[in-house]
Antibody, heavy 126, light 105 residues
Framework: QITLKESGPTLVKPTQTLTLTCTFS??????????VGWIRQPPGKALEWLAL???????RYSPSLKSRLTITKDTSKNQVVLTMTNMDPVDTATYYC??????????????????WGQGTLVTVSS | SYELTQPPSVSVSPGQTASITCSGD??????ACWYQQKPGQSPVLVIY???KRPSGIPERFSGSNSGNTATLTISGTQAMDEADYYC????????FGGGTKLTVL
Protein backbone atom coordinates (compact mmCIF):
# COMPACT_ATOMS: atom_id res chain seq x y z
CA GLN A 1 0.00 0.00 0.00
CA ILE A 2 1.46 3.30 -1.13
CA THR A 3 1.09 6.25 1.22
CA LEU A 4 2.66 9.70 1.26
CA LYS A 5 2.56 12.45 3.85
CA GLU A 6 3.74 16.04 3.65
CA SER A 7 5.29 17.90 6.55
CA GLY A 8 6.70 21.35 7.09
CA PRO A 9 5.81 24.77 8.42
CA THR A 10 2.25 26.02 8.19
CA LEU A 11 3.32 29.67 8.24
CA VAL A 12 6.31 31.34 6.60
CA LYS A 13 7.22 34.99 6.24
CA PRO A 14 7.73 36.71 2.91
CA THR A 15 11.27 36.28 1.51
CA GLN A 16 11.86 33.19 3.65
CA THR A 17 12.71 29.76 2.27
CA LEU A 18 10.12 27.00 2.54
CA THR A 19 11.28 23.45 3.16
CA LEU A 20 8.75 20.65 2.78
CA THR A 21 9.33 16.96 3.38
CA CYS A 22 7.41 14.11 1.81
CA THR A 23 7.67 10.87 3.77
CA PHE A 24 6.38 7.84 1.96
CA SER A 25 5.89 4.10 2.34
CA UNK A 26 4.97 1.20 0.11
CA UNK A 27 7.69 1.86 -2.43
CA UNK A 28 11.37 2.75 -2.62
CA UNK A 29 13.01 5.47 -4.66
CA UNK A 30 15.92 3.14 -5.25
CA UNK A 31 13.59 0.90 -7.28
CA UNK A 32 13.31 1.27 -11.02
CA UNK A 33 10.20 2.97 -12.32
CA UNK A 34 9.09 5.22 -9.49
CA UNK A 35 9.29 8.87 -8.58
CA VAL A 36 7.83 11.56 -6.32
CA GLY A 37 6.45 14.89 -7.36
CA TRP A 38 5.11 18.08 -5.78
CA ILE A 39 1.96 19.89 -6.78
CA ARG A 40 0.31 22.88 -5.11
CA GLN A 41 -3.17 24.39 -5.06
CA PRO A 42 -3.92 27.93 -3.90
CA PRO A 43 -7.22 28.21 -2.00
CA GLY A 44 -10.11 27.88 -4.44
CA LYS A 45 -7.82 27.60 -7.44
CA ALA A 46 -6.42 24.98 -9.79
CA LEU A 47 -3.60 22.51 -9.35
CA GLU A 48 -0.08 23.59 -10.33
CA TRP A 49 2.80 21.18 -10.86
CA LEU A 50 6.06 22.21 -9.19
CA ALA A 51 8.75 19.54 -9.46
CA LEU A 52 9.48 15.83 -9.52
CA UNK A 53 12.35 13.46 -8.95
CA UNK A 54 12.62 9.99 -10.36
CA UNK A 55 14.43 6.88 -9.07
CA UNK A 56 17.31 7.47 -11.51
CA UNK A 57 17.73 11.03 -10.15
CA UNK A 58 15.94 12.52 -13.17
CA UNK A 59 14.75 15.91 -11.85
CA ARG A 60 12.19 18.16 -13.51
CA TYR A 61 11.04 21.62 -12.49
CA SER A 62 8.24 23.93 -13.45
CA PRO A 63 9.81 26.37 -15.94
CA SER A 64 8.14 29.33 -14.26
CA LEU A 65 9.46 28.42 -10.79
CA LYS A 66 12.68 26.65 -11.66
CA SER A 67 14.95 29.34 -10.24
CA ARG A 68 13.31 29.03 -6.82
CA LEU A 69 12.94 25.25 -6.48
CA THR A 70 15.22 22.42 -5.43
CA ILE A 71 14.11 18.81 -5.07
CA THR A 72 16.19 16.09 -3.44
CA LYS A 73 15.69 12.53 -2.28
CA ASP A 74 16.94 10.50 0.66
CA THR A 75 16.33 6.88 -0.26
CA SER A 76 17.47 5.61 3.14
CA LYS A 77 14.76 7.65 4.88
CA ASN A 78 12.09 7.26 2.18
CA GLN A 79 11.86 11.01 1.92
CA VAL A 80 11.80 13.69 -0.74
CA VAL A 81 12.48 17.30 0.16
CA LEU A 82 11.34 20.37 -1.76
CA THR A 83 12.75 23.79 -1.05
CA MET A 84 11.28 27.01 -2.42
CA THR A 85 13.13 30.26 -1.93
CA ASN A 86 11.91 33.83 -1.64
CA MET A 87 8.37 32.98 -0.57
CA ASP A 88 5.61 35.47 -1.33
CA PRO A 89 1.95 35.68 -0.23
CA VAL A 90 0.92 34.41 -3.69
CA ASP A 91 2.65 31.14 -2.78
CA THR A 92 0.01 30.48 -0.14
CA ALA A 93 -1.39 27.09 -1.08
CA THR A 94 -1.93 23.48 -0.13
CA TYR A 95 1.19 21.60 -1.14
CA TYR A 96 0.82 17.95 -2.14
CA CYS A 97 3.40 15.29 -2.79
CA UNK A 98 2.49 12.39 -5.05
CA UNK A 99 3.82 9.10 -6.38
CA UNK A 100 4.90 9.47 -10.00
CA UNK A 101 4.65 7.09 -12.92
CA UNK A 102 6.67 7.61 -16.10
CA UNK A 103 5.45 5.60 -19.09
CA UNK A 104 7.54 5.95 -22.21
CA UNK A 105 6.59 5.34 -25.81
CA UNK A 106 8.39 6.01 -29.04
CA UNK A 107 11.31 7.58 -27.27
CA UNK A 108 9.28 10.10 -25.30
CA UNK A 109 8.08 9.84 -21.73
CA UNK A 110 5.41 11.51 -19.73
CA UNK A 111 4.63 11.70 -16.04
CA UNK A 112 1.45 11.38 -14.02
CA UNK A 113 0.53 11.12 -10.35
CA UNK A 114 -1.26 8.01 -9.15
CA UNK A 115 -1.14 8.37 -5.36
CA TRP A 116 -1.35 11.64 -3.47
CA GLY A 117 -0.61 12.73 0.06
CA GLN A 118 -3.18 14.52 2.18
CA GLY A 119 -1.60 17.91 1.51
CA THR A 120 -0.30 20.59 3.83
CA LEU A 121 -1.50 24.20 3.85
CA VAL A 122 1.30 26.74 3.81
CA THR A 123 0.42 30.37 4.47
CA VAL A 124 2.83 33.13 3.57
CA SER A 125 2.29 36.19 5.70
CA SER A 126 4.26 38.62 7.80
CA SER B 1 4.10 27.76 -22.29
CA TYR B 2 1.65 24.97 -22.92
CA GLU B 3 -1.91 25.46 -21.72
CA LEU B 4 -4.89 23.19 -21.15
CA THR B 5 -8.38 24.68 -21.22
CA GLN B 6 -11.41 23.20 -19.48
CA PRO B 7 -14.96 24.52 -19.13
CA PRO B 8 -15.45 25.95 -15.63
CA SER B 9 -18.60 23.97 -15.01
CA VAL B 10 -20.68 21.09 -16.36
CA SER B 11 -24.09 20.01 -15.12
CA VAL B 12 -25.70 16.60 -15.54
CA SER B 13 -28.79 14.82 -14.29
CA PRO B 14 -28.34 11.63 -12.28
CA GLY B 15 -28.08 8.60 -14.52
CA GLN B 16 -27.13 10.63 -17.57
CA THR B 17 -23.76 10.92 -19.31
CA ALA B 18 -21.39 13.73 -18.44
CA SER B 19 -18.60 14.82 -20.77
CA ILE B 20 -15.79 17.10 -19.68
CA THR B 21 -13.39 18.41 -22.30
CA CYS B 22 -9.78 19.49 -22.10
CA SER B 23 -8.26 21.41 -25.00
CA GLY B 24 -4.65 22.01 -25.87
CA ASP B 25 -2.51 22.42 -28.96
CA UNK B 26 -2.02 18.97 -30.52
CA UNK B 27 -3.07 17.40 -27.22
CA UNK B 28 -3.81 14.19 -29.09
CA UNK B 29 -0.07 13.78 -29.68
CA UNK B 30 0.47 13.65 -25.93
CA UNK B 31 -0.99 11.48 -23.19
CA ALA B 32 -3.73 12.97 -21.03
CA CYS B 33 -4.92 11.97 -17.61
CA TRP B 34 -7.73 13.05 -15.33
CA TYR B 35 -8.07 13.63 -11.60
CA GLN B 36 -11.18 13.89 -9.45
CA GLN B 37 -11.09 16.15 -6.40
CA LYS B 38 -13.91 16.36 -3.88
CA PRO B 39 -14.12 19.27 -1.42
CA GLY B 40 -11.45 19.09 1.27
CA GLN B 41 -9.84 16.00 -0.25
CA SER B 42 -6.73 15.23 -2.26
CA PRO B 43 -7.01 14.57 -6.00
CA VAL B 44 -7.63 11.01 -7.15
CA LEU B 45 -6.41 9.68 -10.50
CA VAL B 46 -9.39 8.40 -12.51
CA ILE B 47 -7.93 8.10 -16.04
CA TYR B 48 -4.32 7.83 -17.25
CA UNK B 49 -2.70 7.40 -20.66
CA UNK B 50 -5.82 8.86 -22.28
CA UNK B 51 -8.20 6.01 -21.52
CA LYS B 52 -6.87 3.63 -18.86
CA ARG B 53 -8.61 3.27 -15.52
CA PRO B 54 -6.60 2.68 -12.33
CA SER B 55 -7.65 -0.20 -10.14
CA GLY B 56 -10.72 0.68 -8.10
CA ILE B 57 -12.09 3.31 -10.48
CA PRO B 58 -15.61 2.43 -11.66
CA GLU B 59 -16.14 1.41 -15.26
CA ARG B 60 -18.47 4.36 -15.79
CA PHE B 61 -15.35 6.56 -16.08
CA SER B 62 -13.77 6.55 -19.53
CA GLY B 63 -11.45 8.78 -21.51
CA SER B 64 -10.42 9.62 -25.05
CA ASN B 65 -7.91 11.93 -26.66
CA SER B 66 -7.67 13.03 -30.27
CA GLY B 67 -6.71 16.13 -32.19
CA ASN B 68 -6.70 19.03 -29.77
CA THR B 69 -9.17 17.63 -27.25
CA ALA B 70 -9.21 15.04 -24.50
CA THR B 71 -12.55 14.05 -23.06
CA LEU B 72 -13.54 12.49 -19.76
CA THR B 73 -16.87 10.72 -19.98
CA ILE B 74 -18.89 9.57 -16.98
CA SER B 75 -21.72 7.23 -17.93
CA GLY B 76 -24.66 6.79 -15.60
CA THR B 77 -23.46 9.69 -13.47
CA GLN B 78 -24.09 9.32 -9.76
CA ALA B 79 -24.40 11.94 -7.04
CA MET B 80 -21.05 10.77 -5.64
CA ASP B 81 -19.38 11.87 -8.88
CA GLU B 82 -20.02 15.53 -8.08
CA ALA B 83 -16.52 16.99 -7.82
CA ASP B 84 -13.87 19.09 -9.52
CA TYR B 85 -12.09 17.38 -12.38
CA TYR B 86 -8.65 18.30 -13.68
CA CYS B 87 -6.92 17.17 -16.84
CA UNK B 88 -3.15 16.90 -16.97
CA UNK B 89 -0.58 16.43 -19.71
CA UNK B 90 3.18 16.66 -20.02
CA UNK B 91 4.98 19.22 -22.17
CA UNK B 92 8.47 19.99 -20.94
CA UNK B 93 6.80 19.89 -17.55
CA UNK B 94 3.54 18.97 -15.92
CA UNK B 95 0.52 20.99 -17.05
CA PHE B 96 -2.91 20.97 -15.41
CA GLY B 97 -6.10 22.34 -16.81
CA GLY B 98 -8.02 24.96 -14.86
CA GLY B 99 -10.51 22.42 -13.56
CA THR B 100 -14.20 21.73 -14.20
CA LYS B 101 -16.82 21.64 -11.47
CA LEU B 102 -19.25 18.81 -12.19
CA THR B 103 -22.67 19.32 -10.68
CA VAL B 104 -25.11 16.42 -10.52
CA LEU B 105 -28.64 17.76 -10.23
Amino acid sequence: QITLKESGPTLVKPTQTLTLTCTFSGFSLSTSGVGVGWIRQPPGKALEWLALIYWDDDKRYSPSLKSRLTITKDTSKNQVVLTMTNMDPVDTATYYCAHVRRPCSGGSCYYYFDYWGQGTLVTVSS
Amino acid sequence: SYELTQPPSVSVSPGQTASITCSGDKLGDKYACWYQQKPGQSPVLVIYQDSKRPSGIPERFSGSNSGNTATLTISGTQAMDEADYYCQAWDEGGVFGGGTKLTVL
